[in-house]
């Protein structure tokens, strides 16, 4: 079956026509009508389009939905990406052995993601894990957008500048500003503050998957996030947030890191 993913905004939906033809069809404001076998569609998502006001949920090409927040003058997707495609329609190689997690280069073509502990019940609760090169998505190599990599239609994976404006707009105590749920934090500097989850962004401690062993760390601690910033040719910088400190961290790492993924939009 196939899902049909809109980023544009619909003018005429021709349901008479879908009545009388084995076929769905979709007028856009660019005056161009499209079909589709009804037999081939399994379901249709509204992505982002002119209609959009930050707050909205969007989806990816999964059909996995996510809260949006406006912090300052950027909208940042509220959770942790846990696609399995890049916006194309290209899978993202699942690697779950330690092993050949181990042997991925610092590259931006090493494409690989996992799930922390290679759990599904974690997926859910904290997205997925990914190497930079399956962040920036320089292997499908049809970004709409300067930097859109494993993001939806509308959405890029931050600079490291981007990063800096967040942390600059929340100012005092962003680390905990930044996170949420405390439940699921080891108990700290980072939860006990006033300011905890007071920004929407609801980071969590979702851990990583390290290069040199291909094992999992710190799920409940710590919380890692790509932006698209290169330091060099195998390594780029992150984000980090530790139970035990209200403040961001900033720092730079091998690109066969498996670090969560964050959205801000275009």
Same mark, same amino acid.
């Given at each position: 079956?196939?899902?049909?993913?809109?980023?544009?905004?619909?003018?005429?939906?021709?349901?008479?026509?879908?009545?009388?033809?084995?076929?769905?069809?979709?007028?856009?404001?660019?005056?161009?009508?499209?079909?589709?076998?009804?037999?081939?569609?399994?379901?249709?998502?509204?992505?982002?389009?002119?209609?959009?006001?930050?707050?909205?949920?969007?989806?990816?090409?999964?059909?996995?939905?996510?809260?949006?927040?406006?912090?300052?003058?950027?909208?940042?997707?509220?959770?942790?990406?846990?696609?399995?495609?890049?916006?194309?329609?290209?899978?993202?190689?699942?690697?779950?052995?330690?092993?050949?997690?181990?042997?991925?280069?610092?590259?931006?073509?090493?494409?690989?993601? $996992?799930?922390?502990?290679?759990?599904?019940?974690?997926?859910?609760?904290?997205?997925?894990?990914?190497?930079?090169?399956? $962040?920036?998505?320089?292997?499908?190599?049809?970004?709409?957008?300067?930097?859109?990599?494993?993001?939806?239609?509308?959405?890029?994976?931050?600079?490291?500048?981007?990063?800096?404006?967040?942390?600059?707009?929340?100012?005092?105590?962003?680390?905990?500003?930044?996170?949420?749920?405390?439940?699921?934090?080891?108990?700290?500097?980072?939860?006990? $503050?006033?300011?905890?989850?007071?920004?929407?962004?609801?980071?969590?401690?979702?851990?990583?998957?390290?290069?040199?062993?291909?094992?999992?760390?710190?799920?409940?601690?710590?919380?890692?996030?790509?932006?698209?910033?290169?330091?060099?040719? $195998?390594?780029?910088?992150?984000?980090?947030?530790?139970?035990?400190?209200?403040?961001?961290?900033?720092?730079?790492?091998?690109?066969?890191?498996?670090?969560?993924?964050?959205?801000?939009?275009?």
């Amino acid at each position: 079956m196939k899902n049909i993913f809109l980023t544009f905004a619909i003018v005429i939906l021709g349901s008479s026509l879908m009545a009388q033809t084995t076929n769905m069809m979709i007028r856009t404001t660019d005056g161009n009508t499209h079909s589709y076998p009804i037999t081939e569609v399994d379901s249709v998502y509204y992505q982002v389009g002119s209609s959009f006001t930050c707050g909205d949920d969007i989806s990816d090409i999964d059909g996995n939905t996510y809260g949006t927040v406006q912090i300052g003058n950027q909208c940042w997707i509220s959770e942790n990406l846990k696609v399995t495609h890049y916006p194309n329609g290209d899978a993202i190689p699942l690697v779950t052995d330690n092993t050949a997690w181990d042997n991925l280069a610092d590259d931006d073509t090493s494409d690989a993601y $996992s799930y922390y502990d290679n759990s599904s019940a974690n997926a859910t609760t904290y997205g997925a894990l990914y190497t930079y090169a399956a $962040s920036i998505g320089d292997n499908w190599a049809r970004d709409n957008t300067a930097n859109q990599g494993v993001c939806p239609d509308g959405w890029h994976l931050p600079t490291d500048a981007e990063w800096t404006t967040l942390e600059t707009y929340l100012g005092a105590n962003a680390a905990s500003k930044l996170a949420g749920n405390a439940a699921l934090w080891t108990d700290g500097d980072l939860d006990q $503050s006033a300011d905890f989850g007071t920004s929407g962004f609801f980071a969590l401690p979702s851990g990583y998957r390290d290069n040199s062993d291909g094992a999992f760390y710190d799920v409940g601690e710590h919380g890692y996030w790509w932006s698209s910033t290169e330091y060099d040719s $195998s390594t780029a910088y992150y984000r980090y947030l530790h139970y035990y400190s209200a403040n961001v961290n900033r720092y730079y790492y091998y690109k066969s890191n498996g670090f969560s993924v964050r959205c801000v939009r275009d």
